[in-house]
């Protein structure tokens, strides 16, 4: 490997920092969390169980040839959260044993059994996907008046050197 490549274990630091930090945030200032979204969601509660409902299901799908989808319970903060502990630990796990055989395999999705995707896609997925909706709650929470905190892109997180 190239001393410029990424390890998605670097990536996997980052989302768990920065979802660790978001929790931290929430439990100061549950109020954020009903914040109004507009659209298929309808609260920033409603968008962080989205975040780890894909999370969950994308991380099982690595380890599963027939993930299972679970609704998450928006109310419960630690249910959200304790759901992206698990996903996070089930990702982790599988980059120790990860060969690039793993990273080709293709997985299907079991509604929609045409769409094919290898694992390194769902790794990449995974983490792409909570730093697209973590800005999105980081602008609906700044638009609300409540500081977010300082901004969170990769280039200031400490999960990296």
Same mark, same amino acid.
């Given at each position: 490997?190239?001393?410029?490549s990424? &390890?998605?274990?670097a990536?996997?630091?980052?989302?768990?920092?920065?979802?660790?930090? *978001?929790h931290? /945030?929430?439990?100061q200032?549950?109020?954020?969390?009903?914040?109004?979204?507009?659209?298929?969601?309808?609260?920033?509660?409603?968008l !962080? #169980?989205h975040? /780890?409902?894909?999370?969950?299901? $994308?991380?099982?799908?690595? +380890?599963?040839?027939?993930?299972?989808? !679970?609704?998450?319970?928006?109310?419960s903060v630690?249910?959200? $959260? #304790?759901?992206?502990? +698990?996903? @996070?630990?089930?990702?982790? %796990? $599988?980059?120790e044993?990860?060969?690039e055989? +793993?990273? %080709?395999k293709? @997985?299907?999705? =079991?509604?929609?059994? &045409?769409?094919?995707?290898?694992?390194?896609?769902?790794?990449? %997925?995974?983490?792409? @996907?909570?730093v697209? @909706? *973590?800005? %999105? !709650?980081?602008?609906?929470v700044?638009? #609300?008046?409540?500081?977010?905190?300082? =901004?969170?892109?990769?280039?200031?997180?400490?999960?990296?050197?």
């Amino acid at each position: 490997m190239s001393a410029a490549s990424i &390890e998605f274990r670097a990536l996997l630091a980052y989302n768990h920092s920065e979802t660790e930090r *978001w929790h931290a /945030f929430f439990i100061q200032h549950p109020e954020a969390l009903d914040i109004e979204v507009g659209g298929k969601m309808e609260k920033v509660r409603n968008l !962080v #169980a989205h975040i /780890f409902e894909v999370e969950s299901f $994308f991380s099982n799908a690595l +380890s599963s040839d027939s993930p299972d989808y !679970v609704k998450l319970n928006a109310d419960s903060v630690d249910e959200l $959260f #304790a759901a992206h502990e +698990s996903a @996070h630990a089930t990702i982790a %796990q $599988f980059l120790e044993t990860a060969t690039e055989e +793993s990273l %080709q395999k293709m @997985h299907a999705f =079991p509604r929609r059994p &045409e769409y094919k995707f290898s694992g390194r896609k769902l790794l990449i %997925q995974i983490m792409y @996907h909570g730093v697209n @909706h *973590w800005g %999105q !709650v980081a602008l609906l929470v700044r638009r #609300a008046g409540i500081d977010a905190g300082k =901004p969170r892109d990769i280039i200031g997180t400490n999960a990296l050197p």
